[in-house]
């Protein structure tokens, strides 16, 4: 038994072709607010960029004089984004997808993720196909009084998880991958919900925004508040501006502006 550690990467991000966007925003007179981003001494954030573009494109808000009907454009990018979240205009914040790896957490963890498919993608490694041969685990802090007895537990149901495929063969030669597979996914019905797995997630803003809060409350699942907690900082950092409006309290994350 390997004792584990929940581990999150951010893999990939929005890229805007500024060049594209900016050949658009000449038919429309709305090149001079492109320029102005990217005169930014930060430079520009795809993510942030895109979802401004969005939202401006509903209203032709690139600046003044393009939308008789819009008397004030908001140059700072701060304030625009605080006036879409007042607002709860949040179909903007969709357009931005942001990918996470996310491994060393429980099947527990996974099966509570997916419930979130609205404005998500999720690839996990399937017990199907790959074939277990050690039961990493991760020993929840509440359950820390009975290690002794959860160790013992995980390292029967793993040496039988190796006596077992001993037992069909699985390496010896000539067995089909369809013999393999069929065995394969019959011996996962006897490892643990809480044995350690990895997930591929993508997300756009909308929903890391209401996942970040729903897990990160206080009467959350204790594994997914210390996930979430993460990606949260890793979001506060990469597009600051669209997640500074949350105050971490006692590890939960709370905003004003909670239905977007």
Same mark, same amino acid.
């Given at each position: ?16 072709? =500024? ?126 009084? $009975? ?9 029967? $149901? ?49 929903? =890391? ?52």
């Amino acid at each position: 038994m390997k004792e584990t550690t929940p581990q999150i990467e951010l893999i990939a991000r929005p890229s805007v072709d =500024l060049d594209a966007l900016e050949r658009y925003l000449k038919t429309v007179g709305g090149d001079s607010w492109l320029q102005m981003r990217r005169e930014q001494d930060e430079g520009v954030n795809d993510g942030q960029l895109l979802v401004e573009a969005a939202g401006r494109a509903c209203y032709r808000s690139w600046t003044e004089g393009l939308n008789p009907n819009v008397t004030k454009v908001r140059r700072d990018q701060k304030d625009y984004f605080l006036n879409i979240l007042r607002s709860g205009h949040g179909s903007v914040l969709e357009h931005a997808n942001y990918s996470f790896i996310i491994w060393d957490v429980s099947r527990v963890f996974t099966h509570e993720l997916v419930r979130h498919r609205a404005g998500s993608a999720f690839s996990q490694e399937s017990l199907r196909f790959v074939r277990i041969k050690d039961l990493p685990f991760r020993i929840p802090e509440s359950l820390e009084p $009975l290690r002794t007895n959860i160790v013992s537990i995980l390292e029967t $149901l793993e040496e039988f998880q190796i006596s077992a495929a001993e037992h069909f063969g699985l390496d010896e030669g000539g067995v089909n991958f369809h013999t393999k597979k069929e065995i394969t996914s019959a011996l996962r019905r006897l490892a643990p919900e809480g044995m350690s797995t990895m997930i591929i997630w993508t997300a756009n803003i909308r929903t =890391l925004r209401h996942v970040i809060q729903a897990r990160t409350d206080r009467g959350a699942e204790e594994e997914l508040r210390i996930v979430f907690n993460k990606i949260g900082e890793i979001m506060r950092q990469e597009a600051a501006l669209l997640f500074g409006d949350y105050v971490v309290e006692d590890g939960a994350w709370v905003t004003d502006y909670r239905k977007v």
